[in-house]
């Protein structure tokens, strides 16, 4: 009798340990907890610098060129002299070449007009934008008009200003082309004895490159150096479209790893409207947009040249108190998006309404609570209901 009671006892802990050991054991998932707090929204990219004030020089008619000896970097100023240029006698003598000089240089007077034209426009915007920005600055002092719209019209002041300047630069630029033109053309009529060489001069800036060192014969056009006003130094950053159609003029950015002790900040001044198509390292076709952006304290990257890179950062949005969750928890469930929030041991399938939408985190609008926790990088096994243990925040 007694065995008998010790082998039922054994048989009942058999199967005990049979149906413990059917039983699914709880998945272990990384988890994460839902928080309010700031958030920031950026659009990140690699940049690079760009000159935007340039001017290539190029020799106004053939001949033979002398050695250019200035070197990159060399700094240049109105008139001077980057080689000369021993015409050719046969095209000076050419009546279709006297033609085409005198086409030049009426095109190079009606651009030098058109230059005039264009900084009195500028100058017009310029003027407009500083007492608008007089004018805000009064209304922010006397508290009716926020922090946000005056930075807006200190942006624009600022893009006002420096399109001030790009446009006396241009005007300097049409002025130089003019005045070669017509230095090209005054050759045809040399007269015995006079001076038989040709001072190709400069604008004001600085020696970027030089195209063409060696002497010797070029023809009409031939570019020799390319000179630009650093002072108008310019952010180009390609974004992929999906990112630039948020980023607007005047939004702020900050430019790291440039080589310099601080972060430099900057202003978006335009984004193209066209796209481009860039194969990107892994061999994917994507659909870029060159977003433009200037620097709000130049001075402070006097280190920086033409053609530099700059890791890039625009800030497209920001929220102070936003109920926030990890990106990693959200998925697609069709056209809306679901998160599994561990309630009781177990993960618990939650609809979720999402607004803006960071790299590392997301803004809630409905669905989740703040505290909640939830399971980041959900495995695609796990369904609604099933058992989980937490590893990491909120477990």
Same mark, same amino acid.
């Given at each position: 009798m007694?065995k +008998?009671?010790?082998?039922?006892?054994?048989?009942v802990?058999?199967?005990g340990?049979?149906? /413990?050991?059917?039983r699914?054991k709880p998945l272990d998932?990384q988890t994460a907890?839902?928080?309010r707090?700031p958030? %920031?929204?950026?659009?990140?990219?690699?940049g690079?610098? %760009?000159?935007?004030?340039?001017y290539?020089?190029a020799? !106004? @008619?053939?001949?033979?060129?002398? *050695?250019?000896?200035l070197?990159?970097?060399?700094?240049v100023?109105p008139?001077?002299v980057?080689? +000369?240029l021993l015409?050719?006698?046969?095209?000076l003598?050419?009546? *279709?070449? %006297?033609e085409? $000089?005198?086409?030049?240089?009426?095109?190079?007077r009606?651009?030098d007009?058109k230059?005039?034209?264009?900084?009195?426009?500028?100058?017009?915007?310029?003027?407009l934008? =500083?007492?608008?920005?007089?004018r805000? %600055?009064?209304?922010? $002092?006397?508290?009716?008009?926020g922090a946000?719209?005056?930075e807006?019209t200190e942006?624009?002041?600022?893009?006002?200003e420096?399109?001030?300047?790009?446009?006396?630069?241009?005007k300097? @630029?049409a002025?130089h082309?003019?005045?070669?033109a017509q230095a090209?053309l005054?050759?045809?009529?040399?007269?015995p004895?006079a001076?038989d060489h040709?001072?190709?001069?400069?604008?004001h800036?600085?020696?970027l490159?030089?195209?063409h060192a060696?002497?010797?014969?070029v023809?009409?056009?031939t570019?020799?150096?390319?000179?630009?006003?650093l002072?108008?130094l310019e952010?180009? @950053?390609e974004?992929?479209s999906q990112?630039?159609v948020?980023? *607007? #003029?005047a939004m #702020?950015?900050?430019?790291?790893?440039?080589?310099? !002790?601080?972060?430099?900040a900057? =202003?978006?001044r335009?984004?193209?409207?066209?796209?481009?198509?860039?194969?990107?390292?892994?061999?994917?076709e994507?659909?870029?947009?060159?977003v433009?952006?200037?620097?709000?304290? !130049?001075?402070?990257?006097?280190?920086?040249?033409?053609g530099?890179?700059v890791?890039v950062s625009i800030?497209t949005?920001?929220?102070?108190?936003?109920?926030q969750? #990890?990106?990693? $928890?959200?998925?697609?469930?069709g056209d809306?998006?679901g998160?599994?929030?561990?309630?009781?041991? *177990?993960?618990? /399938?939650r609809?979720v309404?999402v607004?803006h939408?960071? !790299?590392l985190?997301?803004?809630?609008?409905?669905? /989740?609570?703040?505290?909640?926790?939830v399971?980041?990088? #959900?495995?695609?096994s796990?369904a609604?209901?099933?058992?989980v243990?937490?590893?990491g925040?909120?477990s």
């Open positions: 007694r +008998r009671v010790i082998y039922g006892i054994l048989a802990v058999a199967v340990l049979v149906v /413990l050991a059917a699914p998932v907890r839902v928080t707090g958030m %920031r929204v950026t659009a990140d990219d690699d690079k610098t %760009r000159v935007r004030e340039r290539m020089v020799a !106004p @008619v053939s001949g033979t060129l002398s *050695r250019v000896e070197h990159a970097g060399d700094a100023e008139g001077t980057i080689a +000369r015409p050719l006698p046969s095209p003598l050419d009546p *279709r070449a %006297r085409v $000089a005198v086409e030049e240089l009426a095109s190079a009606n651009s007009q230059a005039q034209a264009a900084i009195a426009r500028a100058e017009a915007a310029a003027d934008a =500083r007492s608008s920005l007089e805000d %600055r009064r209304l922010a $002092a006397q508290g009716t008009l946000s719209d005056l807006k942006a624009n002041a600022r893009m006002a420096s399109d001030l300047e790009s446009a006396r630069f241009a300097q @630029v002025a082309a003019a005045a070669q090209a005054a050759r045809f009529d040399l007269k004895g001076a040709f001072d190709i001069t400069s604008v800036g600085r020696i490159r030089v195209l060696d002497g010797g014969p023809t009409a056009g570019a020799i150096v390319e000179v630009g006003d002072a108008s952010i180009v @950053v974004l992929l990112d630039a948020a980023v *607007r #003029p #702020p950015a900050t430019l790291t790893r440039w080589g310099g !002790p601080k972060p430099l900057a =202003r978006v335009r984004v193209e409207p066209a796209g481009f198509t860039k194969v990107s390292a892994l061999g994917v994507e659909q870029r947009v060159n433009l952006l200037d620097l709000d304290d !130049p001075p402070a990257a006097a280190q920086l040249g033409d530099f890179a890791d800030l949005w920001s929220g102070e108190n936003v109920l969750a #990890p990106t990693s $928890a959200l998925f697609r469930q809306r998006w998160a599994f929030v561990v309630n009781g041991g *177990r993960a618990v /399938l609809p309404q607004g939408l960071g !790299p985190s997301a803004e809630i609008q409905s669905g /989740l609570a703040d505290g909640d926790v399971v980041a990088h #959900p495995p695609a796990l609604s209901g099933a058992k243990r937490g590893t925040e909120g």
